[in-house]
Structures are given as structure tokens and as C-alpha cells.
Nanobody, 127 residues
């Protein structure tokens, strides 16, 4: 079955960096759209960044220039490098997979066709 396991979250001061990882199994990783979403209590989940099988990427405006999504197909692992972190980046971060996706821009906008989710990893940015 599909499994997505996130890691790398933690507590960091504003201006710091973190790298999230998502190890995937149970589906064709290199042929799927992959993405990161985040959610805080009382708010809707929002797309952060996504990448497709060709390496094309999409980002939320709020993270452009600070976050970078990448993947290692040989390791079935998705990454999110987060730099210049701000307190408003504090959230639970989730890895998502869509083997029949509409592309990274659509994924960041929340449009998925066949979605799978990890359990999440908490990121807390202190001011």
C-alpha cells in the first residue's frame, strides 16, 4: 500500500533553515506529482510546493524564493528545503502524492486527482 513518511521537522528560530524529507513507497514515485502542504489549527490546509515527474515545480507565493522542493528518484524521497523561516511558517507539514496529477501548479492550488498523504511533521518557528 502507499506509504509516505515525513521527517525533519522541529523547532527553529526565525531566519533559520530546516529540510523536510518524505520517504515514499507503494506507488510509482518517479511518475507522480509530489508535493508539500501545511496546516495550522483552525485553518484550511494549503499547498506549499510541488514537483512533477519532469522536475517542473510550483510554489505558493508566500514561500517563493525561500523554499525549494526537490526529489531523489533513486531513493524515492521528496525534500523541502526551507530557508529564511518566519513564525508564520509554523504548521504541520504534510507530504502528498498524486500518481495521476494535474501538475505542480494545480497541486499547489489544491487540485488533486488521486491523493495520498503522510502523517505530517511539525515545524515551529520562534520569533
Amino acid at each position: 500500500q502507499v506509504q509516505l513518511v515525513e521527517s525533519g521537522g522541529g523547532l527553529v528560530q526565525a531566519g533559520g533553515s530546516l529540510r523536510l524529507s518524505c520517504t515514499a513507497s507503494g506507488f510509482t514515485f518517479d511518475g507522480s506529482d509530489m508535493g508539500w502542504f501545511r496546516q495550522t489549527p483552525g485553518k484550511e490546509r494549503e499547498g506549499v510546493a510541488a514537483i512533477d515527474s519532469d522536475g517542473s515545480t510550483g510554489y505558493a507565493d508566500s514561500v517563493k524564493g525561500r523554499f525549494t522542493i526537490s526529489k531523489d528518484n533513486a531513493k524515492n524521497t521528496l525534500y523541502l528545503q526551507m530557508n529564511s523561516l518566519k513564525p508564520e511558517d509554523t504548521a504541520m507539514y504534510y507530504c502528498a502524492a498524486d500518481p495521476r496529477g494535474f501538475g505542480p501548479v494545480a497541486m499547489v492550488a489544491g487540485r488533486l486527482r488521486e491523493d495520498y498523504w503522510g502523517q505530517g511533521t511539525q515545524v515551529t518557528v520562534s520569533s
